[in-house]
């Protein structure tokens, strides 16, 4: 069935470091590919989306390249700041088309 | 424009007892979901509604599980009896228009957690 495979956390950055979080996903056909975020006692947010291959998600500094060849959807910024802490998540939808398949998510710690 | 409430926000139980969880979506929204997060994991559907029906139920464990939607807007959740394996994050999400192939975003609600004993 459909998944989504992301890299294990924590991950432990300081100020303004580059961040990567790998995601790959398994899944018929080209679907939409989500990333939200979970910030500590909040709920879950989309902070970008990339609806076909070779879209390019941004959002609050954050990238995502949707790539069909090496079914990746990685999330990138280039200096993190400390409120970036969080959990993050990468998704795309079941194969109905309904709801969402996520992935065990990725802690973020980013100190100053 | 208000977000997705859920209520409680926390919860402890002793395992065989019941306990009901409470959703109401942002207004205007036709599709509401629930999920169950249970920590370590990503969240995982266990019911979706459109309106007042339901879309899918297949991961809902029907013999403690059970949900309605009965007006098609607010919701609830509930379980009996729990179970320890029942400790989770049960997030309660909506989206706008009849979901599309993965491009309808839906908006989730910070939460209740469910701690049984």
């Known amino acids: 069935g459909d998944s989504v495979t992301q890299m294990e956390g924590p991950v432990t950055l300081s100020e303004e470091a580059f961040l990567t979080i790998n995601c790959t996903y398994t899944?018929?056909?080209?679907?939409?590919l989500f990333w939200y975020v979970q910030y500590p006692g909040e709920g879950l947010q989309l902070l970008l989306k990339?609806?076909?291959?070779?879209d390019k998600g941004s959002n609050k500094g954050f990238e995502a390249t949707y790539r069909k060849e090496t079914t990746s959807f990685h999330l990138e910024k280039g200096s993190v700041q400390v409120s970036d802490s969080a959990v993050y998540f990468c998704?795309?939808?079941?194969?109905?088309?309904?709801?969402?398949?996520f992935g065990k998510g990725t802690t973020l710690s980013v100190s100053s | 424009e208000a977000g997705v409430a859920q209520s409680p926000r926390y919860k402890i139980i002793e395992k065989r007892q019941s306990v009901a969880f409470w959703c109401n979506p942002i207004?205007?929204?036709?599709?509401l979901y629930w999920y169950q997060q249970i920590l370590g994991q990503g969240p995982k559907l266990l019911i979706q509604?459109?309106?007042?029906?339901?879309?899918?139920d297949s991961q809902l464990p029907k013999d403690r599980f059970s949900a309605e939607r009965l007006k098609g807007v607010d919701s609830t959740l509930k379980i009996q009896p729990a179970k320890l394996e029942d400790s989770a994050v049960y997030l309660c999400?909506?989206?706008?228009?009849?979901?599309?192939?993965?491009?309808?975003?839906?908006?989730f609600g910070p939460g209740t957690r469910l701690t049984v004993l």
């Open positions: 998704a795309l939808p079941n194969q109905a088309g309904t709801a969402l398949i």
């Open positions: 509604f459109q309106n007042n029906g339901v879309v899918d």
């Open positions: 999400a909506s989206s706008f228009v009849n979901p599309q192939a993965g491009t309808d975003t839906q908006y």
């Open positions: 207004s205007g929204h036709a599709t």
């Open positions: 990339a609806t076909k291959a070779d």
């Open positions: 899944a018929t056909g080209y679907p939409s």
